[in-house]
């Protein structure tokens, strides 16, 4: 592993302002991890890279991230809030999955496509906005509840 991505460990809860990327698997399963301060520094959250932190309870995702991983957040069943800078333009596959928590979203208008299954078994989600060209690929709402608010704007 580069020494500017965070490699995994439950026990460092501190990210490093010269950390770029919070690398694949960094805080899988983490289920104690109610917070994190992610650095500006950081320009990619990996693949499951907070995948089963189901204490935590709400991120603020940096300006400098361009890209969420595939299911980078997925699992995280005491997720509330999430925020997605103007800078991400891709949210990966499954990113939220399972983000059960999760009430309402708004996606940026610098995403250009949000992943395969990315808010599936978001059980609570009632309100979600996306820009208008925003390619969403298939099941981007599985198993989300039937009155949930889709609005493109």
């Given at each position: 592993?580069?020494?500017?991505?965070?490699?995994?460990?439950?026990?460092?809860t501190i990210i490093p302002p010269s950390v770029i990327k919070i690398g694949d698997d960094a805080?899988?399963?983490c289920s104690n991890l109610s917070s994190i301060s992610i650095p500006s520094s950081v320009t990619e959250i990996g693949?499951?890279?907070?995948?089963?932190?189901?204490?935590?309870?709400s991120i603020s995702v940096p300006e400098s991230v361009t890209m969420i991983g595939d299911f980078a957040f997925s699992g995280c069943s005491s997720l509330t809030s999430i925020s997605i800078p103007e800078?991400?333009?891709?949210?990966?596959?499954?990113?939220?999955?399972?983000?059960?928590?999760?009430?309402?979203?708004?996606?940026?208008?610098?995403?250009?496509?949000?992943?395969?299954?990315?808010?599936?078994g978001c059980s609570n989600l009632t309100d979600i906005s996306i820009p208008?060209?925003?390619?969403?690929?298939?099941?981007?709402?599985?198993?989300?509840?039937a009155n949930l608010v889709i609005t493109r704007y």
């Open positions: 592993t580069e020494s500017n991505t965070l490699i995994r460990g439950c026990e460092n805080f899988k399963d693949y499951y890279a907070f995948d089963g932190c189901s204490s935590l309870t800078s991400v333009t891709m949210i990966g596959k499954e990113a939220f999955s399972g983000c059960s928590n999760l009430t309402d979203i708004s996606i940026p208008q610098s995403v250009k496509k949000i992943g395969f299954e990315a808010f599936s208008e060209g925003c390619e969403v690929e298939e099941y981007v709402f599985e198993d989300c509840p």
